[in-house]
């Protein structure tokens, strides 16, 4: 793709030349105009990195022009020349959001610098953009509106540009991987994702499988195997149930982590590694720790940051936001309908306790969407007898709510309309419920 063109607005043929053959040997790519309405009619068909336009121009002047393009765009850099009695003019039009006024006459040295620090501000402007977006995509996987979930969100978009090592705390099943792929995905790092579950591997192999071995390094080895550490190298290394690591390989990670680089199984060699580790516990480290069941200098090391994450029957309120997306998911899995629960269903789940968490949660979702009975009907029961009137009133009516706004794309309006309510009490309920209309839109 073509690197976006500067837009010069000059009706004096021989300065527009003149300038645009200085910004050209910069290598400037760059676009002439006579007019503005010339230029305002290219935009149909292509967007400008900056638009340099002089104030006094036929037709429309450069400050009606700037107004137009800050409808155009908001974030596009606009850069005047003015001659000497249209200082004034240049000054309004700062206030109104140009960029710059460059004052004739002037050297094209002035007028290239002029550009290229536009063009650095565009292009910051462009990667805050792709940050937000970014950042918005990443945390939109940690589904929820309760305040915990709002407030580790929060602490995602905060921690993952930084590249700082972060330890997450759970319970198993509520969500840390899902959050350490958000932090990556936050992060702009451009390597893999290389997750591990430190739980699920015999101790045997798995200083191999950490850090790779070389052929030889043992028996079976024919050939060279690149260890996970390596693998991640660029992006992040995620160690789940990191408690779980042999104390003897423990001390090894510690190295990595203060070294950054590693040798591989049979090899003398140091090989740079820059990834950013993610850890998982489901246990309290610092009780482990005390315990003798792990090293105290690594888990001062990884406890940098660190990021709780509730339990789901902490954050019941989150359930029908979860069932919703699971059930989503499930369907398209499956190729089923989407399926559809009750007010008593709902009442069901909120009042139990979830010792699997969200885990547990996303496989009732799965039966439930293959038409099969959720299992939790006799383990509920009596569970559901801690919910009041009100509250299972309560759980109701923010189900119709929000499956209402799902049926309407998330229009207000057109919700209160099929509840055959005014729009203010809805308004009211929305708040109540702690409903963001703007969720369910497409």
Same mark, same amino acid.
């Given at each position: 793709?073509?690197?976006?063109? !500067? ?8 300065? +527009?030349?003149?300038?645009?053959? $200085? ?11 006579? #007019?503005? &309405?010339?230029?305002? $009619? ?18 429309? #002047? ?7 393009? %800050?409808?155009?765009? %908001? ?16 000054? &309004?039009?700062?206030? &109104?959001?140009?960029? #710059? ?32 977006? %970014?950042?918005?995509? /990443? ?20 921690? $993952? ?23 990556? @995905? ?27 071995? &070389? ?62 580790? !993610? /850890?998982?516990?489901?246990? #309290? ?30 954050? +019941? ?49 799965? %039966? ?24 299972? =009133?309560? /759980?109701?009516?923010?189900?119709? =709510? @929000? ?40």
């Amino acid at each position: 793709m073509a690197e976006p063109a !500067v837009f010069f607005v000059e009706d004096d043929a021989a300065v +527009r030349k003149g300038c645009e053959q $200085a910004l050209a040997l910069a290598d400037i790519p760059v676009r002439g105009f006579a #007019d503005g &309405e010339a230029m305002l $009619a290219a935009l149909a068909t292509a967007t400008p990195a900056l638009v340099v336009s002089d104030v006094r121009l036929p037709g429309k #002047d450069g400050l009606t022009l700037l107004r137009e393009l %800050r409808q155009y765009d %908001r974030e596009l850099p606009v850069l005047l020349i003015t001659g000497h009695g249209d200082v004034a003019m240049a000054v &309004e039009a700062m206030r &109104e959001g140009a960029y #710059d006024f460059i004052e004739k006459p002037f050297p094209s040295e002035r007028l290239v610098a002029a550009v290229r620090s536009a063009l650095e501000k565009r292009a910051l402007i462009f990667e805050n953009r792709q940050l937000k977006e %970014r950042l918005g995509s /990443a945390t939109s996987q940690i589904i929820g509106q309760s305040p915990a979930i709002q407030h580790i969100r929060q602490l995602v978009g905060t921690l $993952a540009p930084t590249g700082v090592d972060i330890l997450l705390n759970g319970e198993t099943g509520s969500g840390k991987e899902v959050v350490a792929r958000a932090i990556h @995905e936050a992060s702009g790092r451009r390597g893999a994702f290389v997750a591990i579950n430190c739980g699920a591997l015999p101790e045997t192999v798995f200083e191999s499988e950490l850090f790779g071995h &070389e052929a030889g390094a043992f028996t079976g080895a024919g050939k060279r195997r690149i260890g996970r550490i390596e693998h991640a190298n660029g992006g992040t290394l995620f160690l789940d149930e990191i408690e779980s690591m042999p104390l003897s390989l423990q001390v090894k990670l510690l190295r990595v982590l203060q070294e950054r680089s590693i040798e591989r199984l049979g090899s003398n060699t140091a090989i740079a590694v820059d990834c950013r580790l !993610v /850890a998982a516990s489901k246990s #309290d480290l610092k009780s482990e720790s005390d315990a003798g069941r792990f090293r105290a200098d690594l888990y001062y090391r990884i406890n940098v940051v660190s990021i709780d994450l509730p339990p789901l029957r902490q954050r +019941r309120e989150d359930i029908p936001l979860l069932l919703a997306q699971f059930l989503q998911e499930a369907a398209s899995r499956y190729q089923r309908p989407l399926a559809t629960w009750t007010a008593a269903d709902l009442a069901r789940w909120t009042s139990h306790d979830w010792p699997g968490n969200v885990r547990e949660l996303k496989n009732v979702a799965d %039966r439930w969407a293959l038409g099969l009975p959720d299992a939790l009907t006799t383990i509920a029961t009596a569970a559901s007898n801690r919910l009041s009137l009100a509250e299972q =009133i309560d /759980a109701a009516e923010k189900l119709i =709510i @929000e499956n209402t706004l799902k049926q309407c794309a998330g229009n207000v309006a057109q919700s209160a309309e099929h509840l055959q309510t005014p729009k203010k009490t809805l308004y009211d309920k929305l708040t109540r419920h702690a409903i963001v209309a703007e969720q369910f839109r497409s």
